[in-house]
């Protein structure tokens, strides 16, 4: 058995042997690059040394059960299993292969020993700094020990709660063992092909130190940056490096001081970052992906030590054609940035009525990346009058703000095609352009035609025969035909009889608040009462807040029921409940709940995801929280003080505007104007209820079809069918899908991969990320700076709920989350003041916070992680900052009264 492979008889196709590092060092080393000579002790050599032993198995099976948080287990497990391969015998032959490649390459050298895992630092995951390395190792006795000890480090505590969290079995992984010659450098770094913060994919990103790259990965020292494009230094940021590690020949490393002639001055010349970064594409080109490259200068020769994909970069969405674009992401104007299964992009790519030629079921201008949607605005920006009006926006809104950015950085005017751009644009939103000469003007005769107080009923007429005719129509189709059918409706959403005449009243609305705005503005000279906003009428995402606190009511008075809702699980619900005291009563309210809302829930814009009516405990903690935090009726009483406040406001701003000249014509004015907002801004909810509804039909049927699959054995799960598109979805019925098990199987593990990883707002084409510019002016230092979109100022302890499930808020808590879709509306009758990391001044939280009087401030970016639970804040949502006022453990104040 082979139990040695030489870097120059070894690559890629080596990594079930040697691990990913050594095949990449094999590689590297046939392709010509300076490369240290080495070799790889084969995975042949740990797996031989640990089948002596007859603890192992037993080992890995305990250690499988644990969970990555049981740190106490892991600890014990680790400790356990690292000594007990340090006392297994090393064969003799294989002790023998390794004494001889030794002694073929120098016994007299200093070696640095490594490991090399056959599952590290693949495409999808990166183990770096799992696994320990072993410098100057000397002779033979010292040689073999650090071989067990590279054994050994494949059950450090880091590298066992590493592999559980990503899914890596610990009884599949092995280890090769790297043996290469030592190098003592003059400087080192690490280079990434591509920039590791903006993600720009054609920048090269260096660092740079003397000595070697330990003193800055340590924090010792800070290195030089260097970034170089189209072989230009672009930027250079030197570093005062008074120090540096270098490594001693006789073996050990020793920290020197930097003479300071040399301290301020560039760690490489320009000559050697251009040349260095040269190497790094060569390098880039030979693996393919993006790479993050170890690397070392002596004297005026490089060595490369290392090089693996870079795991963390976002990956860039597809153009349509090879121009440089620009991709602003949908999931964050719905609030809703999680990542999203195939079928739910598939269903959005069909909705969506822009850019699509006639043979195109989906659009073109809606484009997928990282398993999130993102519309293609190139064709828009394009045009520098567009881009002007984009600039010249005053609106506060995180993702506007990054747009922005990308705007002003140049790259789409100077790279936007010479001639065409305006038929460009035109044929790629003609039918937004269509869409708007009528909707636009549909709104205007609502404001200055329409009767105010009939246009909660006109809106929201007639879509439910709609829906129920095409669920009687899809009936009299079956198979392929069925998924076309639901194509063809997805195509026509937006018409009048859908969803484009709420829609229609959503834009009279914000046309309307915009007009009464500048009117006050010019009239008064003050900015619109926001207590306007309060407990308007017919907003159906608040009523279903408001039907939450009843079945809360209903359940403080049922003991029995309570206390089985706080043990309860999805799967037998209802069964359970047949035994409990009360149901009756708990169940009469719950039922009439579900039939209005039973189709809505967390991230409900992806029709793959979970609903309220299949999964009841998902609400049970707003229900249990909302019995803590609230007095009987209290929500209600909320509501109707809400609704006083704003009558209140209204009639002093009429009055006011009465006793100005011309002051009877200014407040009828006013009055008239006032009646359209207060009746349309509870409408800007009602088009997410249409789709909501239509997306539980729709996915009811997948469901069916789905079960089918199963059936004939297509499918292994019925939520398999998430994982195809439409189009699929008909191949597969038509069988013109081979394969589809191993498709739903990769699908999956591109879920895995990017569901963790953040959404940008704008991204271009180059890979670039631009984030936005967050300020204000009001903030004391160190606060959380956001948006604020519902005025106010609370005080409260922080609770942080990432999904559903965890919010059971307690009494004056404040609810911090990553987002707040219509599914999280049950949470807002207990929060007293709103954080969130995403969102703007018309997204669904905001609306509702303002209805609510809910002191909120949006865009808080890592709300989630830089705020814990218990911390003491004040919400300040007039100025759109969060300030921390107690850290966890100091002594305790007495919870402040938000201002409405």
């Not at 990449?24 to 000579?37: D, I, M, N, R």
């Not at 705005?517 to 309060?534: A, Q, V, Y």
């Not at 909810?685 to 996915?699: A, G």
């Amino acid at each position: 058995m082979n139990y040695i492979s030489y870097f120059d008889q070894t690559n890629r196709d080596s990594i079930s042997s040697v691990g990913v590092k050594g095949a990449h060092l094999g590689e590297l080393t046939q392709a010509g690059f300076p490369v240290p000579p080495g070799f790889c002790i084969t995975v042949n050599a740990y797996q031989q040394t640990l089948d002596k032993s007859t603890r192992m198995f037993d080992f890995t099976e305990n250690l499988s059960k644990a969970e990555p948080e049981q740190l106490d287990s892991i600890q014990f497990f680790s400790e356990m299993i690292r000594g007990h391969i340090l006392t297994l015998p090393m064969d003799d032959m294989i002790e023998s292969e390794i004494i001889h490649a030794w002694e073929q390459l120098g016994t007299t050298e200093s070696y640095a020993v490594r490991s090399s895992a056959t599952v590290e630092d693949l495409p999808t995951a990166s183990f770096a700094g799992q696994l320990d390395t072993y410098l100057h190792v000397k002779g033979k006795e010292q040689l073999l020990n650090t071989v067990k000890q590279c054994w050994a480090s494949l059950f450090t505590d880091r590298a066992i709660i590493y592999r559980a969290k990503n899914g890596f079995d610990h009884r599949s992984v092995s280890l090769s063992v790297i043996v290469q010659k030592m190098v003592f450098p003059d400087v080192s770094g690490i280079l990434f092909t591509a920039d590791p913060v903006t993600g720009h994919r054609k920048t090269t990103s260096i660092d740079a130190g003397f000595g070697i790259g330990e003193a800055f990965v340590s924090g010792i020292v800070t290195p030089d940056l260097y970034k170089v494009r189209d072989n230009q230094i672009i930027y250079k940021q030197i570093s005062s490096k008074d120090k540096g590690i270098f490594s001693k020949e006789e073996g050990g490393t020793e920290i020197k001081e930097i003479s300071t002639e040399l301290q301020d001055t560039q760690a490489l010349s320009d000559e050697k970052i251009k040349e260095l970064a040269n190497i790094g594409r060569e390098i880039e080109q030979l693996f393919g992906p993006e790479q993050d490259i170890e690397w070392c200068l002596c004297g005026e020769q490089f060595y490369i030590l290392q090089a693996r994909p870079i795991t963390s970069l976002y990956p860039v969405p597809v153009g349509r054609d090879q121009q440089y674009r620009i991709f602003y992401s949908v999931g964050h104007g719905q609030m809703m940035t999680d990542y999203m299964r195939p079928l739910g992009r598939s269903v959005w790519k069909t909705m969506f009525p822009y850019g699509k030629t006639t043979n195109q079921t989906e659009s073109a201008v809606l484009v997928e990346a990282g398993g999130r949607l993102f519309m293609d605005i190139s064709e828009f920006l394009y045009i520098k009058q567009a881009r002007q009006k984009i600039l010249q926006n005053k609106t506060k809104d995180a993702s506007l703000s990054a747009l922005k950015k990308a705007i002003l950085d140049g790259g789409i005017e100077k790279r936007a095609p010479k001639r065409g751009t305006l038929r460009k644009a035109f044929q790629t939103y003609k039918s937004m352009i269509g869409f708007l000469t009528k909707v636009i003007p549909r709104s205007l005769k609502v404001i200055y035609f329409e009767n105010p107080d009939l246009i909660q009923t006109r809106a929201k007429s007639g879509y439910q025969s709609v829906l129920n005719k095409y669920k009687d129509e899809i009936a009299h189709y079956s198979g392929a035909d069925r998924i076309r059918y639901i194509q063809k409706l997805l195509g026509t959403f937006f018409a009048p009889k859908c969803f484009g005449k709420a829609l229609t009243y959503t834009y009279a609305g914000f046309i309307t608040l915009s007009i009464l705005e500048k009117k006050i503005e010019k009239w008064l000279h003050e900015k619109l009462d926001p207590s306007i906003h309060k407990s308007p009428p017919g907003n159906v995402t608040s009523e279903m807040g408001l039907m939450v606190g009843n079945i809360a009511d209903v359940v403080r008075d049922l003991p029995e029921v309570m206390e089985y809702l706080k043990t309860a699980d999805h799967d037998t619900f209802y069964l359970g409940l047949q035994s409990v005291p009360g149901r009756d009563d708990f169940l009469t309210s719950w039922i009439q709940f579900m039939e209005i809302y039973g189709m809505r829930g967390p991230g409900e814009i992806d029709i793959t995801r979970t609903r309220y009516r299949e999964a009841p405990m998902t609400l049970i903690p707003a229900i249990l929280g909302h019995i803590q935090s609230n007095d009987p009726s209290e929500h209600w009483e909320r509501f109707k003080r809400g609704e006083q406040e704003a009558n209140e406001a209204i009639d002093n701003l009429l009055t006011r505007l009465k006793t100005l000249p011309g002051g009877s014509r200014k407040a009828k004015k006013a009055s008239k104007l006032i009646r359209i907002f207060r009746n349309t801004v509870g409408i800007r909810e009602f088009p997410k209820y249409i789709m909501t509804q239509y997306f539980d039909f729709f996915r009811r049927v997948m469901i069916g079809e789905s079960a089918t699959f199963c059936q004939q054995d297509l499918l292994e799960q019925v939520e398999d069918i998430f994982y195809l598109s439409l189009d699929e979805i008909i191949a597969l019925q038509e069988d013109r899908l081979p394969d589809v098990k191993k498709l739903v199987q990769s699908r999956k593990e591109h879920e895995s991969r990017y569901q963790k990883m953040t959404t940008p707002h704008v991204i271009t084409s180059d890979g670039e990320i631009f984030t936005p510019e967050q300020s204000s002016e009001h903030a004391p230092p160190g606060a959380l700076i956001g948006i604020p979109v519902s005025a106010g100022v609370a005080e409260g302890y922080v609770k942080v709920v990432r999904c559903l499930e965890e919010g059971q808020l307690n009494k004056g808590e404040i609810l911090v989350a990553p987002y707040t879709d219509p599914g999280w509306t049950p949470l807002f009758q207990s929060a007293k003041g709103l954080v969130t990391e995403i969102g703007g001044l018309m997204t669904h939280g905001s609306v509702v916070a303002r209805e609510y009087g809910i002191p909120t401030v949006v865009s808080v970016e890592n709300a989630t992680t830089k705020l814990k639970n218990g911390q003491y804040i004040r919400v300040d949502g007039t100025n759109g900052f969060v300030e921390i006022l107690r850290d966890v453990g100091e002594e305790e104040v007495e919870v402040g009264e938000g201002a409405g």
